[in-house]
């Protein structure tokens, strides 16, 4: 069976970064693409990454410059750096995965994923 599991949250300073985790068991990596979402509080959830399995990335206009995906596929296991941190960026991250190649930045919806890790939890604060 599917299964992703995140890790890395944390609380952080403004401006400071993290590094998360999304590792993967019951499968491998190719032929699948993951994407990373996040809600904020009183938000709904939004995609802002997302990698295909031969390591294309997409990211959101609101993050793009201070997001990093990439992947080790030998760890089965798919990582989201985020620097300069800001208030905004709290919220609970979650990864998920989705079937297939390359479907583009349709890969940023919410819609295209069958199955979703329980999230961790990142705050930005002083």
């Known amino acids: 069976q599917l299964h992703v599991v995140e890790s890395g949250g944390g609380l952080v300073q403004p401006e400071g970064s993290l590094r998360l985790s999304c590792e993967a068991s019951?499968?491998?990596?190719?032929?699948?693409?993951i994407g990373w979402f996040r809600q904020a509080p009183g938000k709904e959830r939004e995609g802002v990454s997302c990698i295909t399995s031969s390591g294309t990335t997409y990211y959101s206009d609101s993050v793009k410059g201070r997001f990093t995906i990439s992947s080790a596929n030998a760890k089965n296991t798919v990582y989201l750096q985020i620097d300069s941190l800001n208030s905004e960026d709290t919220g609970v991250y979650y990864c998920?995965?989705?079937?297939?190649?390359?479907?583009?930045?349709?890969?940023?919806?919410?819609?295209?994923?069958?199955?979703w890790g329980q999230g961790t939890q990142v705050t930005v604060s002083s």
């Open positions: 019951g499968f491998t990596l190719d032929g699948y693409y």
């Open positions: 998920a995965v989705g079937p297939g190649w390359d479907i583009g930045t349709l890969c940023l919806l919410i819609k295209e994923y069958d199955y």
